[in-house]
Nanobody
């Protein structure tokens, strides 16, 4: 599967953005989909994920209550609604595809994801 992330941009603190990830391939609906991010000078970190088998979602503590992940299998899309953005949310955001059946404890592990998009830059100005 090939992934294309979009929707990044510059936004003021307190604002919102909606990231989208378009997937090619007929088997998109088979994958667990996740969002990860990498801030300047930092390692890539987990943001949110939605498991294919049951729709179970997981969020990083830093975004819980502000971000929402959703998927539309008919459109081969996964979205990340980001509200109340903070300067520390500034990063390149990547969407990724992992296995349909994945244990909960592994959902946040980037090593479980086999396919990655190119990333989209989100800049939050304070």
């Amino acid at each position: 599967v090939q992934l294309q992330a979009s929707g990044g941009g510059v936004v003021q603190a307190g604002g919102f953005l909606r990231l989208s990830c378009a997937a090619s391939g007929r088997t998109f609906s088979s994958y667990t989909m996740g969002w990860f991010r990498q801030a300047p000078g930092k390692e890539r970190e987990f943001v949110a994920t939605i498991r294919r088998s049951d729709g179970n979602t997981r969020y990083a503590d830093s975004v819980k209550g502000r971000f929402t992940i959703s998927r539309d299998n008919a459109k081969n899309m996964v979205n990340l609604q980001m509200n109340i953005l903070k300067s520390e949310d500034t990063a390149v955001y990547y969407c990724a595809a992992g296995p349909r059946h994945i244990i909960v404890s592994a959902m946040t592990n980037e090593n479980q994801y086999n396919y990655w998009g190119q990333g989209t830059l989100v800049t939050v100005s304070s």
